[in-house]
């Protein structure tokens, strides 16, 4: 009878644990890529940012960028799932446990208010960068429909929503530039902003909501 080697022996055994092996490296690449892609955003912004950067900041060459993402779409909507794990948006369902109209809509802005704060001035460079992107790359997606479900609950305790007035308001409101011309370019507290933005629409309330 003709034995097997040892090495025979144990080449089964061997390749389920080598074939983990390859796919947690490209896993950790893919991550890597994600990450170096994200921090280009941040720090200059999408438009600016090229494959041959993404591919320096990672490590990787550059067909490994294009191997794991053959889409640009595919790495854009990667990062902005990595985006909304790193800096936790607002929770619309947690919004709609507050029965009052008036204090659920504080509570909402105060929340936005709060995330746009968090998320630094990454978001500012994404946000400006969507006007010069391609279309169909979906560039800031996700956080635009974060603020949105948020807009939802917060227009909810209103009949239908409200009027399109009190729509308007509201998205002007809970807006990210509204934030940062009020914030950043006016020197108002997030407080003394979001007081501001409350008068704002209970006069739209008063008059037409």
């Known amino acids: 009878m003709v034995r097997s080697s040892p090495g025979q022996e144990r080449l089964p055994h061997r390749r389920p644990y080598v074939l983990k092996q390859r ?7 893919r991550r890597r890529i994600v990450q170096a892609t994200g921090e280009l955003h941040r720090s200059i912004g999408p438009a600016q940012t090229t494959v041959s950067a993404i591919a320096e900041r990672a490590g990787v060459e550059r067909e490994t960028v294009y191997r794991h993402f053959p889409d640009m779409g595919l790495l854009i909507r990667a990062c902005g799932a990595r985006f909304l794990e790193l800096v936790a948006p607002p929770d619309p369902a947690r919004l709609r446990r507050i029965r009052d109209p008036m204090l659920r809509m504080k509570a909402g802005l105060e929340a936005v208010f709060d995330y746009y704060r968090r998320a630094g001035p990454g978001l500012e460079k994404v946000l400006r960068d969507r006007a010069v992107m391609p279309e169909g790359l979906h560039l ?7 603020i949105a479900a948020v807009e939802s609950a917060l227009l909810e305790p209103w009949v239908n929503g409200g009027s399109h007035s ?32 409350l008068r704002f629409l209970t006069a739209v309330l008063g008059g037409r909501g």
């Open 166 to 197: 009190l729509r308007a308001a509201v998205g002007h409101a809970t807006a990210y530039w509204t934030w940062h011309s009020l914030v950043l370019e006016r020197g108002l507290s997030e407080d003394e902003s979001v007081e501001l933005m």
């Open 140 to 146: 800031g997606d996700p956080v635009i429909d974060q």
């Open 23 to 29: 796919a947690q490296r490209q896993d950790e690449t």
